[in-house]
């Protein structure tokens, strides 16, 4: 990092001191007797500043900044980003930060103001929150400074260009696995279900708690112990569980800042982590007109790294969606009944109708839950007051998108087929709810 530019500027408090000495030349030439008032005040004007630049540029590098951030960012969450500020001057100095942040985040009001006494370190902070994958090309520093007089500002161009990495969103991927270790049905949404043992693995037997499931008591360790024993039994392992994502051009909607797709991103990631610690194997598929990647189900060691990489790199390509090339590359990679969730999005139930045969011939062999993303912000219209006829179709209309949405969900489960309607805000928590459900019901 180098200091490659630095300027002078005359700062506000300046000019409003000149305004005033100008309007005092102005009585003066009314009332010549006043005339050494404005002449005094001018000259004491010039030397107070020209002693202020003086003080700012007598020394060369006076601020050094430097700007520390995480290695790679979460997508659309809250990633801090810190600049610290050194005062290299034998006196306190006020400063303005104004850091050029990468272009993506559209934003150019940050502007970061703080007094340094002389010789400290000060750290200011601020929050970014990207809403694309990708990466982003930090540029300049900029800080002005000025001393306490505040009539000249000397600007240092600090050059500390660097790029980030945005990541799918693995911000919170430990509060994700706390709340499913503590306990699963403690997530917004989810029903308690009781624990089938039908199809869970025998883990020990141990003493009965209240509460426990009675048909889990060991009559033979009764026998022996002459106190109540239970069974207790543990979700099957190594089951297989993969996320199949549509990268297509109806994946491409924005909500709340971000797309479908990012936010179906961010949800595989997150099931595909509490999958691998739940001792299941996590597998990656995306999809268009063409199946694009695949990533076998496994839970080697370093397994969500390649998760994450090849999640980081899809994008939109704007093609139909060709479900059919997806069940030949379905039934060739996974011998094994596997959960299959899969993030699209139907407008339609024609849409949905196309790809029906399809999800059946899916759900024969495997468990198959598809995503319905429900359109949030439909319902804002349904709050508006009516105005005029207008108003009142655009509500008619908006209530049968709606309603069609919960008849594509009812027509999936009719067929076998699993359905997740989630507000895509939601779809994580709904999505992990889901495998949870799942597991504890023995349903794969």
Known sequence: MRTFVSSLFLTRRFFGIGWVVVGFFIGAFFLPVLMPVPVGALSLLIAATLLDIVRLFRVKEGIHASRHTLAKWSNGDENPVTVEVHNGYAFPVDVRVLDELPVQLQERGLD??????????????????????????????????????????????????????????????????????????????????????????????REYIPGDDRRTVNWKAFARKGKLMVNQYQDEKAQQVVSLID?????????????????????????????????????????????????????????????????????????????????????????????????????SLQAMRRQLPYLQLLARAHLVAVVIFRNTELDQLLLRTDKDTMDVYVKAITTKMLHEKELIAKELERHGVLTILTAPEQLSVSVLNKYLEIKARGML
């Open 112 to 205: 970061l103001h703080h007094r340094i006494p002389a010789g400290a370190l000060e750290t200011l902070s601020y929050m970014v929150r990207p809403r694309t994958r990708g990466v982003y090309a930090y540029g300049a520093i900029n800080v002005l400074t000025r001393t306490g007089w505040g009539l000249a500002e000397k600007r240092y161009k600090l050059e500390q260009g660097r790029e980030v990495a945005v990541y799918p969103s693995y911000i919170h991927l430990r509060k994700y696995e706390l709340m499913a270790l503590a306990d699963p049905y403690s997530m917004a949404g989810v029903r308690k279900v009781r624990r089938s043992a039908q199809r869970s693995e025998f883990e020990r037997i």
């Open 247 to 347: 990268t297509g051009r109806t994946m491409k909607m924005p909500f709340g800042g971000l797309s479908l797709l990012d936010r179906a991103i961010n949800a595989a990631l997150v099931l595909s982590d509490i999958a691998i610690m739940k001792d299941d194997k996590a597998g990656v598929i995306t999809y268009s007109n063409k199946v694009h990647n695949v990533l076998p189900p496994a839970r080697d060691k370093g397994w969500m790294h390649r998760v994450l990489e090849l999640l980081y790199a899809q994008r939109t390509d704007f093609a139909e969606t060709d479900i059919e090339a997806l069940f030949a590359r379905v039934k060739r990679t996974l011998g094994q009944r596997s959960l299959l969730v899969m993030y699209t999005n139907y407008e």
